[in-house]
Structure formats: C-alpha cells, structure tokens
C-alpha cells in the first residue's frame, strides 16, 4: 500500500534550534519526494522537492532535506529555526509518471521566541 | 503569476443538503486535483483532471460527489448530499505538466462544517 508517515505530530523549539522532521514512505515504483508547508491562514507551499540527482536538496528559508533511498526517508532539517517557521509541515510522495501525491499527515511545528 | 483560485472561502450547511466549490487552475495548467483534507490530516486525493478529462476518480465517493472541468479550466466539484463527514477543507490544485509527476500548485481551500 501507498503511504506517507510523518514520526512527529507536534513539536515544539526554541528559537535558533535545530529541527529535523522525519518522513517515512512506502510507494512501489520510482518516486518524487516533497515538502509542503502551510503558515497560519494561508495555503500550502512547495518548501523543497527531491526528483532525481543529489539526495541532498535544499529549498526555501535555509531548509534542507535528505533522501535515504536505502531507508525510504526523506527528512527534513533546519540548522537553526525561527519564529516565523510556525506552520504545519507536510510530507508527500508522488509516483513519476502519476501527479497523484500521497501525504503524511503532518507536522505542527511551534517555534517559541 | 496569479494562484489557484478557489470559492467560497467558507460554507456551512446542513447535512443532506447541497454544496458546490469552484476552482480556477493557473493559466495554462494542464491538470487539475481536488484534495479532501479532514483536520489533522494530510490532504488526499479525490479526483485528477488531465484537461477535461478524468485521469483519477479512484477515491472520489461517487455516490454523493461529482466533479467536472469543462473547456479544461474551471472546475466545480459538488456534494449532494452532506453528511457530518464530510466537514473538511477541499483543496483545489493544479500542475503545468501532463500526468504531473513535478511541482503542484495549490489553492487557499474551501473549508467545510457540515452541521
């Protein structure tokens, strides 16, 4: 079965920590890898994608995220966070030949100044 | 560029009543998806659209819903009728490319209560 699982459902950080969400995915088939995040009242933005190439791939506001082919992960890291990256998180995967996106069902991250 | 845009914004019904949400893609996007997103989840798929056709209706309960994008731009999607369940926000999207397969673009979402 197809299936996207996000291991952390709230977290919550001080300001400048790291962060890192964790992303498992179970798909048959060559995959695409995303990170979406929605901000308070607002809709939901690519934050970084993973295609092909680099396992490393870094996207908006100094995220980053690494694919473990080997582990079928794609987590998400951030040296050092911010106020402004409060926003629920989110995890999907999508075949190559298929626009269908399959996502976790989140990650609520609350960063304290 | 202009967004996906989506109306309304907000709707409350009854349940067994009647609902309609409208979409329109970006300019020149090829596929359309409705996504179903019930709180604290992520959002799931309903329906694909590859012009105005139907690529994926898999997940789509199509006892009570209906969508449709005519010309290959709009989209409507309808509920008839509601039950409490289906209180969520439904999320327009669209993609540049056939089939997909890269970035998706979504819409702000129309949230759901049905009371």
């Known amino acids: 079965a197809q299936s996207v699982s996000q291991h952390n459902h709230h977290v919550i950080l001080s300001e400048a920590a790291s962060l890192e969400l964790g992303c498992n995915y179970s798909y048959g088939g060559t995959v695409n890898l995303f990170w979406y995040v929605q901000y308070p009242g607002q809709h939901l933005q690519l934050l970084l994608k993973?295609?092909?190439?680099?396992?490393l791939v870094k996207g908006i506001k100094g995220f980053e995220a690494e694919f473990i082919k080997s582990k079928f992960s794609f987590n998400l890291r951030k040296p050092s966070v911010q106020w402004s990256d409060t926003a629920e998180y989110f995890c999907?995967?999508?075949?190559?030949?298929?626009?269908?996106?399959?996502f976790g069902q989140g990650t609520t991250l609350q960063v304290k100044p | 560029e202009a967004g996906v845009a989506q109306s309304p914004r907000y709707k409350i019904i009854e349940k067994r009543q009647s609902v309609a949400f409208w979409c329109n893609p970006i300019?020149?996007?090829?596929?359309l998806y409705w996504y179903q997103q019930i709180l604290g989840q992520g959002p799931k798929l309903l329906i694909q659209f590859q012009n105005n056709g139907v690529v994926d209706d898999s997940q789509l309960p199509k006892d009570r819903f209906s969508a449709e994008r005519l010309k290959g731009v709009d989209s409507t999607l309808k509920i008839q009728p509601a039950k409490l369940e289906d209180s969520a926000v439904y999320l327009c999207?669209?993609?540049?490319?056939?089939?997909?397969?890269?970035?998706?673009?979504f819409g702000q979402g129309t949230r759901l209560t049905v009371v």
């Open positions: 993973y295609f092909s190439g680099d396992p």
């Open positions: 999907a995967v999508g075949g190559r030949n298929t626009g269908k996106l399959i």
């Open positions: 300019s020149g996007h090829a596929t």
């Open positions: 999207a669209s993609s540049p490319h056939p089939m997909g397969g890269t970035e998706v673009f």
